[in-house]
């Protein structure tokens, strides 16, 4: 029986498809092909509310609606296939055309950006649709008490409702790439099979993909450079494909499945050091593609360096292939000398170059000692499929998508075994998914598309920076043992990553640009907890602040060398930490210390003058400058600890002094204007005493006074006389004798 709705209606032979809502108005005005599910409102509305009066269920309405439900679904299902069917057909069709090149390349971009634009209007129409139909679901379990939620859920799980046909995208890269041959009057013939180098530097920017966009994502991919699969070159769409194309082969056949074991010591050496950027952090890890190597199979062996701009070198991937038979003496804790390394990879590279088996020698002999160093063992397993995009001819511009990032815990793989066997039960709390795929631009001298740009300014790929699957999987199973997370954990899409009491008691990054940011990826993928998340966010940073606040000076000292348990999160953009860094605090701590020590002898100079002068207001003043010079003297160390402390974790806040120059204002300030009162009062007094104008005595001063104008004050000497007591004389000073 087919459904009351009308849902196929066809105008001029293009077909097209919306959702509309319940009133049945169109979400797309150019649209033909609409579904505006009527039927399934009406048969809601009609049906009886909850039970009947002696408590049973409406089940035979019940039944109606889901039976209902089922054919609208396989109608909209059945439409959306015929679509899928006819832009493939376009496209096989360009794809000859292009190939026999009996049209113009513009003429052929044109076309085919008709067949991508096609693509993600259907898309678009899938998604309505998927969330009209799931509306509707919930609104039937609400009133006739039906499943329609769990049953609708299991029908959206699969084709063509939770993904585009991947294998289209595989014919559009053939044909954008034909294009792109044709512009550049090259032939396909001239194209030779690309190996990947064994040591890449790029300057690499990591983005997340909003899951519902991953098609367009694509398409922008394969219009800027074509599908990359290592050991193939030429044309991806096999003439099987041509006659008829299979569901989803860009990620069934063609896409490489890529598996990563980590190393790590006990104590996670390797993930602290890579958390705060460090110079010269490494990171060691067995890579290998498809199913898992044995015995004489090969793997690569992959070490990381990371290294700052003020050393003068770029980080770098280097790359050593061995046996999987040898892995076993790797990661023994036994020296090795160049011989031992230089057979190993002379056995997995029969074919190499003396000088090139000299450098992979040395790179192996150079992993082994650092696992030998750090007591390194298996940590964490990553499992993704990948998609590539590059140039068969050029390294410019490398872009990959990463698809289902799987992180496994490597902790429990037996003693001396390099991970967990094969055939190893792995159980769901070793096994934690990545929310998002993870896409790659990878620059070699180039700048970023246009294409990509629009996509970061639209919202479907947001800037993920420094994002690692290692960091990633090495926090959510070693929270015990690491006291920094990386910053994504604090965002709601990894509830399921890290452990709740992870979360819960993490000291948060407090710069603008840290908050800015995660607001910017908590409004372009919205979650059902990034409420709730940013409400305690920001209590978490009230009150961080205030505890700040009130913890005083002194506090200063001793968290930086206090042990916490609580978790930190990570600075999204670490600061830059060079050695001329550290010199730099040095000499600001001498400065201040120069400025308390520069108090101090003044003060300790006014308190002589006091002493030997005898001049009693000078003592307020001295004290003053004295205790402010000891208080200067505590900030000076206070902020040189504090800035250690800041510059070790790569926090890049919290380097601005704003209490440092007022303490050393106001000390000075205050010693001036209490020698200033003093000064003043003493003058008054004086003043008072001298009114009367008579002569009084002052011990140790011999005072000069004139009272009349015009006349000697010599004529009036004696000034001054003294007492002999033993002759009993009054003796005074003559002009005359």
């Known amino acids: 029986m087919m459904p009351r709705s009308s849902w196929i209606q066809r105008d001029s032979g293009q077909e097209s498809m919306t959702a509309t809502t319940k009133t049945g108005s169109s979400s797309e005005s150019d649209s033909s092909l609409s579904a505006s599910f009527e039927s399934l409102w009406e048969a809601i509305e009609k049906a009886p509310r909850g039970r009947t009066t002696d408590g049973a269920s409406n089940d035979a309405e019940s039944r109606a609606f889901v039976q209902l439900l089922n054919e609208e679904v396989y109608c909209v299902t059945t439409s959306i296939e015929h679509e899928e069917k006819m832009q493939e057909r376009f496209a096989k069709s360009l794809l000859r055309q292009i190939e026999c090149k009996n049209d113009y390349p513009s003429y052929f971009r044109t076309e085919a950006k008709d067949i991508v634009n096609s693509s993600l209007k259907l898309r678009s129409a899938v998604d309505k649709n998927k969330a009209a139909l799931e509306s509707i679901a919930a609104r039937a379990d609400e009133t006739m008490e039906t499943e329609c939620t769990m049953i609708l859920s299991q029908k959206m799980s699969v084709h063509p409702w939770n993904a585009a046909n991947s294998t289209l995208a595989v014919v559009l890269s053939d044909i954008f790439q034909g294009i792109h041959l044709l512009e550049a009057d090259e032939k396909r013939e001239s194209e030779g099979e690309w190996e990947p180098p064994s ?25 800027e450079v074509p599908l990359l699969v290592y050991g193939k070159s030429g044309r991806l769409t096999t003439d099987k494909d041509m006659e008829s194309l299979e569901d989803d082969k860009l990620w069934k056949n063609l896409s490489s499945k890529i598996s990563s074991v980590y190393f790590d010591s006990p104590s996670m050496c390797l993930y602290k050091d890579r958390i705060v950027r460090k110079e010269g952090a490494q990171l060691l890890r067995a890579r290998w593609y498809g199913q898992k190597p044995t015995g004489d199979d090969i793997l690569f062996l992959e070490l990381k360096t990371h290294h700052e701009k003020w050393v003068g070198a770029t980080s770098v991937k280097e790359r050593a292939t061995v046996m999987e038979k040898h892995m076993a003496a790797f990661l023994e804790r036994v020296k090795w000398s160049y011989a031992d390394a230089e057979s190993i990879v002379s056995e997995a590279n029969p074919e190499m170059k003396e000088e090139e088996l000299s450098k992979a020698a040395s790179l192996l002999l150079c992993m082994h000692d650092l696992v030998v160093e750090k007591d390194l063992a298996p940590c964490v397993r990553s499992v993704y499929h990948r998609a590539a995009f590059q140039a068969s001819d050029s390294n410019a511009l490398r872009l990959t998508l990463d698809k289902d990032v799987t992180m496994i815990d490597e902790r429990s793989a037996p003693q001396g075994a390099w991970c967990l066997p094969e055939g190893t039960r792995v159980r769901s709390s070793m096994k934690k998914r990545v929310p998002f795929p993870v896409f790659e631009v990878k620059l070699a001298g180039s700048e970023m598309p246009q294409s990509l740009e629009t996509l970061i300014a639209n919202g479907v790929i947001i800037e993920a ?58 409004s372009t993928f919205p979650s059902p907890n990034v409420a ?13 602040s205030r505890s700040r606040h009130n913890r005083g000076l002194f506090a200063g000292i001793f968290a930086c060398f206090k042990s916490s348990k609580q978790h930190r999160i990570a600075p999204r953009r670490p600061a830059r930490v060079e050695p001329k860094s550290y010199f730099a605090n040095e000499r600001t701590f001498i400065q201040w210390s120069s400025s308390a020590l520069w108090l101090l002898s003044v003060a300790a100079i006014i308190s002589e003058r006091e002493s030997a002068d005898g001049v009693p207001y000078l003592t307020n003043t001295g004290l003053a400058l004295c205790v402010g010079s000891i208080i200067l003297l505590i900030h000076a160390i206070v902020v040189y600890f504090r800035r250690i402390k800041l510059m070790q974790t790569g926090n890049p806040n919290g380097y601005v002094d704003r209490i440092g120059p007022i303490v050393l204002t106001t000390v000075v300030f205050l010693g001036v204007v209490v ?41 009036y000497e004696p000034s001054d006389v003294a007492v002999d007591d033993e002759n009993d004389l009054l003796l005074t000073v003559s002009l005359t004798q």
């Open 532 to 544: 709730l998340a940013t409400t305690s966010s920001e209590v978490s940073m009230k009150s961080t």
């Open 675 to 715: 020698l200033l009162v003093e000064k003043t009062r003493k003058v008054v007094v004086n003043a008072n005493e001298n009114a009367g104008g008579f002569l009084r005595p002052e011990k140790g001063k011999c005072v000069l006074r004139s009272s009349n104008e015009g006349v000697s004050a010599l004529l």
């Open 465 to 522: 920076a420094k994002f690692s699957k290692f960091l990633t999987g090495a926090a959510a199973y070693n929270s015990d043992k690491i006291k920094i997370l990386p910053y994504w954990a604090e965002h709601p899409a990894f509830n399921g990553v890290f452990q709740p009491t992870q979360r819960s008691d993490c000291i948060h990054d407090q710069s603008p640009a840290s908050s800015k940011a995660n607001s910017r990826v908590n």
């Open 199 to 223: 040591s890449f530097e790029r300057s690499t920017t990591k983005y997340w993909v909003e899951p519902t966009k991953l098609t367009d994502l694509l398409y922008t991919c394969i219009q």
